[in-house]
Structure formats: C-alpha cells, structure tokens
C-alpha cells in the first residue's frame, strides 16, 4: 500500500470503525484498541495510537530520535515537529500528540499525520501496512 494522506485516512477510519464494534461488543472492557503503522523498517518509523484512560481523546505517538535506527533527526526537523503540535516526551524519546475524536472523524489528523513524516526526509517503505488490535 502506498502511503499517503488519503491511506492514513483509510487506517483511521477502520480504526473508529473497530473501535465502535469493540465497544459493542464489550461495553465494560478493559482492553486498549490500538493502531500501529511501521512507515520504514529500516529506521524505525512509525506511529501508534491508543484511546486515553478516561476515553475521551487519544494518545498518538511518532517515533522520536531515541528510537530511530541509523537516522538521527536534525534539530530544524524536530522543531517543525514540534510546530506541528508533537510534543517531546523523555526519557523514551517519543513525539506525542493528544487527538480528539473530531480530528479522527475531519481528517485533521491524518493531514498531521502524514506533514509530520516529512520531518524525517526518508523514502518511506510502508513495510506491510499497518496494524489495528487490542491490549488484553
């Protein structure tokens, strides 16, 4: 699959969507639904999300420089991903970026998605897709 903005909205379409059947079917759950999207295997670029505890917003987090393999991210880079509404979460080295529903749902945050993987300036390999689930 091609990355581009429109497929990131695709993923977080079937994301809401599995989310609501999740939710159907186990109202009272203590499962996490999560997505994950490895964007290039080489250097570890990826995204993942999860519902807050409370439920009402989401937690994304983009692969930050502690995590990267053979990358280094320059500092205009992160400066742009900060611009963008990342913030730097230490010590893991993650960007995070608290989501509400509405950014699911209007595409804004596939449009953030998809500004904030030009801050690593690498070919992206997709590397299979990604992957939508839950925690036990």
């Given at each position: 699959?091609?990355?581009?903005?429109?497929?990131?909205?695709?993923?977080?379409?079937?994301?809401?969507?599995?989310?609501m059947?999740?939710?159907?079917?186990?109202?009272?759950?203590?499962m996490?639904?999560?997505?994950s999207?490895?964007?290039c295997?080489?250097?570890?670029?990826?995204?993942?999300?999860?519902?807050?505890?409370?439920?009402?917003?989401?937690?994304?987090?983009?692969?930050?420089?502690?995590?990267?393999?053979n990358?280094?991210?320059?500092?205009?880079?992160?400066k742009?991903?900060?611009?963008?509404?990342?913030?730097?979460?230490?010590?893991?080295?993650?960007?995070?970026?608290?989501?509400?529903?509405?950014?699911?749902?209007?595409?804004?945050?596939?449009?953030?998605?998809?500004?904030?993987?030009?801050?690593?300036?690498?070919?992206?390999?997709?590397?299979?897709?990604?992957?939508?689930?839950?925690?036990?």
């Amino acid at each position: 699959m091609e990355v581009s903005e429109q497929t990131i909205q695709q993923m977080l379409d079937e994301y809401l969507e599995y989310l609501m059947i999740k939710k159907e079917l186990m109202p009272l759950s203590d499962m996490l639904p999560f997505f994950s999207w490895r964007f290039c295997k080489i250097h570890n670029i990826h995204i993942q999300g999860t519902p807050t505890i409370d439920r009402y917003g989401y937690n994304i987090n983009l692969t930050g420089g502690r995590n990267l393999v053979n990358l280094r991210l320059e500092e205009r880079a992160i400066k742009y991903l900060k611009s963008l509404g990342w913030e730097v979460k230490p010590p893991i080295g993650f960007f995070q970026y608290y989501a509400k529903k509405t950014e699911f749902e209007n595409g804004d945050l596939a449009k953030l998605i998809w500004n904030s993987l030009q801050a690593y300036n690498k070919n992206l390999d997709d590397n299979g897709g990604y992957e939508i689930g839950a925690y036990d």
